[in-house]
């Protein structure tokens, strides 16, 4: 009974900011980890950036810098926060949450970079 919902992606130009947003609902706690992930025509999905529930991070080394993961526990949201887009960050994103032995997925958002 967990849901995922995204919001926040579309069309930005090189250079630019998005700030993906990803609304829990269910039977999520604190202790949950979450992430997002992305996933690019032709290429396996990706981590990009996880959260611990001691809001420890883990970010993958191609946003590393440019991208900032936090989380809202009292609001169950999950925010990524891309600067400095590039064209190689095109790609379908996904945030997931992991709630004991089950992992639950988003339906995910589209981000294209292009000028």
């Known amino acids: 009974q967990v849901q995922l919902v995204e919001s926040g992606g579309g069309l930005v130009q090189p250079g630019g900011s998005l700030r993906l947003s990803c609304a829990g609902s269910g039977s999520i706690l604190n202790i949950n980890p979450m992430g997002w992930y992305r996933q690019a025509p032709g290429k396996q999905r990706e981590l990009v950036a996880r959260?611990?529930?001691?809001?420890?991070?883990n970010y993958a080394d191609s946003v590393k810098g440019r991208f900032t993961i936090s989380r809202d526990n009292a609001k169950n949201t999950m925010y990524l926060q891309m600067n400095s887009l590039k064209p190689a960050d095109t790609a379908v994103y996904y945030c997931?949450?992991?709630?004991?032995?089950?992992?639950?997925w988003g339906q995910g958002t589209q981000v294209t970079v292009s000028s």
């Open positions: 997931n949450v992991e709630l004991g032995p089950y992992i639950y």
């Open positions: 959260i611990s529930s001691g809001g420890i991070t």
